[in-house]
């Protein structure tokens, strides 16, 4: 049973840092339990204003539905009490409403509606997707603007007027005019939040236009770090958020950028780095080659981000 109605929860979210947790796999690729519940314990005892389970980051899309409603019910018994977990959903209509549901039941206080795979798609189409999944629960729904599920201002504003429980809107296209368009025409009956890859590198500006807060990636291993730079988002303090760029967030773009889905992989290998190893990405991602790996861990210690355990020094894997 959700402890927040959708409006209690969009208005917690919307002014904190949100937290997208890896998903830990064991050395055969299942899921590792006892692993995952750690890192949900450690992610959540910062402070946080949520934690989205089986998110991008968290493999969402390399889960079967079973897998996603365990993630989330382990999420949902392993985080504080106060920090709300919301589930995903995501493939076709029927499999989305079925994770929405199955989140629901296991107490998860929102659900992050991801594309559908493959298809392209028109807007009467994702307006019945997105309908159909929110009318399948009663708690809130934000829907995630990216690849085949590209809303407009008009099908977000169609969507809004006919469930209350939809209350965000997270954009990982990058598109001004369309984030323009969307937020003056729906206001503020939603809350935005930025869901670029890498969303610190966006969200001074994307600030500016009502985006108040976005899904930290990088939360899950800097986490002290990532709290920092949303602190200096927030109180516009230009110099701190270049100074953060500058040490740590450019050149670590500069690794990311070196292979296809590192923007995962590399917070695989960042857990790793930092003595929280959630184990390896499923493909069809895969983890960080060696270099790159070297590369991040010797970037860690430089920008002096996080604590690297003494034992993962000049570690090979
Ligand atoms: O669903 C997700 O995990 C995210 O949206 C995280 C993002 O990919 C992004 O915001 C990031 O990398 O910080």
Not at 19 to 47: C, K, N, V
Not at 85 to 97: M, N
Request: charged content about 20%; glycine content about 8%; some cysteine.
């Amino acid at each position: 049973m959700a402890q927040f109605s959708p409006h209690e929860l969009a208005d917690r979210l919307k002014d904190g840092l949100l937290s997208f947790p890896a998903t830990a796999f064991d050395a055969q690729g299942e899921l590792a339990e006892t692993t995952y519940r750690d890192h949900i314990e450690w992610q959540s005892g910062f402070d946080v204003a949520g934690l989205f389970a089986a998110g991008g980051t968290g493999e969402g899309f390399s889960l079967t539905p079973e897998e996603n409603a365990l993630v989330t019910e382990w999420a949902v018994g392993s985080t504080r009490p106060e920090v709300p977990v919301l589930g995903s959903a995501s493939g076709s209509t029927k499999q989305a409403i079925r994770c929405a549901r199955a989140a629901e039941q296991a107490g998860a206080e929102g659900i992050l509606l991801l594309p559908p795979y493959l298809t392209e798609c028109d807007q009467d189409g994702l307006l019945e997707h997105a309908s159909a999944v929110c009318s399948a629960v009663n708690i809130g729904v934000i829907v995630y603007n990216r690849a085949n599920a590209i809303y407009s201002a008009e099908t977000i504003a169609r969507l809004a007027e006919k469930h209350p429980n939809l209350v965000g809107f997270k954009d990982a296209l990058g598109d001004i005019e369309h984030l323009a368009r969307v937020t003056a025409v729906n206001g503020d009956r939603l809350f935005y939040l930025g869901g670029l890859p890498t969303a610190e590198t966006y969200a001074l500006p994307l600030l500016q236009m009502g985006v108040s807060t976005y899904s930290s990636a990088m939360f899950n291993f800097v986490p002290d770090f990532a709290l920092e730079f949303y602190a200096d988002v927030r109180r516009l303090d230009h110099a701190a958020v270049q100074e953060k760029l500058h040490r740590f967030v450019l050149p670590y773009l500069d690794i990311r950028d070196r292979g296809k889905g590192y923007g995962v992989s590399i917070i695989k290998a960042g857990l790793r780095i930092v003595g929280h190893d959630c184990g390896s990405v499923r493909p069809p991602l895969h983890d960080l080659r060696e270099q790159d790996y070297h590369d991040l861990e010797r970037l860690v210690r430089a920008a002096n981000v996080a604590d690297v355990p003494t034992t993962q020094k000049g570690e090979t894997r």
